[in-house]
């Protein structure tokens, strides 16, 4: 059965720092890029940030260059979102997904909630 259990999110005040996790199982973790998307009320969903399959390439929506960094451990099936610098404007709901290149495979996580105020 797969799983993207995401974790990590929470409420924190403008310029703090979060940590996301996305724990992966049910499928070769090591072939798929991994994204994460966040999606605020009212709002399409988006992307934030991606990162190949072996960890090589990483990109990034303009909005967070420079204050988040997507990074993977492929022992561990597990992605994460360093989130620094943190705005009211990054508040939404937090997606991982994983997707196997040249496929229509596609997998989605159950959100994790990011709020940003003081």
């Known amino acids: 059965q797969v799983q993207l259990v995401e974790s990590g999110g929470g409420l924190v005040q403008p310029g703090g720092s979060l940590r996301l996790s996305c724990a992966a199982s049910g499928f070769t973790f090591s072939s798929y890029t991994m994204s994460w998307y966040r999606q605020a009320p009212g709002k399409e969903r988006e992307l934030v940030a991606g990162?190949?399959?072996?960890?090589?390439?990483?990109n990034y929506a303009d909005s967070v260059k420079g204050r988040f960094t997507i990074s993977r451990d492929n022992a561990k099936k597990t992605v994460y979102l360093q989130m620094n610098s943190l705005k009211p404007e990054d508040t939404a709901v937090y997606y991982c997904?994983?997707?196997?290149?040249?496929?229509?495979?596609?997998?989605w996580g159950q959100g994790t909630q990011v709020t940003v105020s003081s």
């Open positions: 990162i190949t399959s072996a960890g090589s390439s990483t």
């Open positions: 997904n994983a997707d196997r290149p040249w496929t229509r495979i596609n997998y």
